[in-house]
């Protein structure tokens, strides 16, 4: 499975898990809430969903036949009608999205991935949150001392506006260090956007603290910054 693949993948289960719904809704939300998809087709789409449905992770409403997913992509395609095939995640398919929420290992600190995993922290444990930002920190402050490295060797030799390119690409990084800087410490404090999980995802059905008013948390509905676009 590539890479690309992999992160389309854990996408799709992580939307479902919110949600069941239908092929256009997934595509709108993967173009609108995950950066990453923007340029994104049905052709890319229905694949993933048929590998998801042959491995059990995933189920249709009223259970339609495999050629019903040619059909609807293809009518998607044309700007016809589209069939309203439900997608929803399996029992099976949550402990695999579980089992991927865990992960914390180099791909996590990716460019592409990143920001698919920083999408769901909030259903992500808190010591799991830390040990991503932490890796994708490392591996930025590499990619920022090699980018400082080579541009103390090239700088005689270049112009003016290849040499903006590569400080505008280097406070590009500088930038998110600083961001992931600011997050961590936010983690370590306590003060960190998600709770941390204990099996409970729903910030209403968590114990109230003495003294808590009711309601959701103003910082739920925040967005988080796009990290593939500021990095050069």
């Known amino acids: 499975m590539s890479r690309r693949s992999g992160v389309l993948e854990f996408a799709v289960l992580g939307l479902l898990r919110e949600s069941p719904m239908h092929g256009y ?3 709108k939300r993967l173009n609108t809430s995950l950066g990453v998809f923007r340029a994104f087709s049905y052709g890319t789409l229905y694949p993933c969903l048929k590998t998801l449905l042959q491995r059990g ?3 249709e409403e009223g259970n339609r036949p495999a050629e019903d997913h040619e059909r609807e ?3 998607a395609s ?3 009608r589209r069939a309203k095939i439900v997608y929803r995640l399996t029992a099976e398919g949550k402990e695999h999205f579980e089992e991927l929420l865990s992960q914390t290992g180099p791909d996590a600190w990716e460019d592409e991935h990143f ?5 769901f922290f909030g259903q992500t ?3 799991v949150r830390m040990r991503v930002l932490e890796g994708r920190r490392s591996r930025l402050e590499e990619r920022l001392a090699k980018m ?3 541009l103390a060797r090239t700088r005689e030799r270049l112009d003016d506006y290849t040499l903006e390119l590569q400080r505008h690409g280097m ?3 500088e930038r998110e260090v600083r961001w992931l800087n600011e997050l961590i410490e936010s983690e370590r404090t306590g003060r960190g956007r998600g709770e941390d999980r204990e099996g409970i995802t729903d910030p209403e059905s968590r114990p109230r603290r003495s003294g808590e008013a009711g309601g959701r948390s103003r910082d739920e509905g925040d967005t988080p910054p796009d990290p593939s676009e500021d990095t050069a």
């Open 25 to 27: 809704e997934l595509r």
């Open 57 to 59: 992770w995933l189920t």
């Open 73 to 75: 992509a293809l009518s």
């Open 78 to 80: 044309l700007g016809g």
């Open 115 to 119: 920001g698919v995993r920083f999408a």
């Open 125 to 127: 444990s808190r010591d």
């Open 148 to 150: 400082r490295a080579s």
């Open 171 to 173: 406070e590009s990084v």
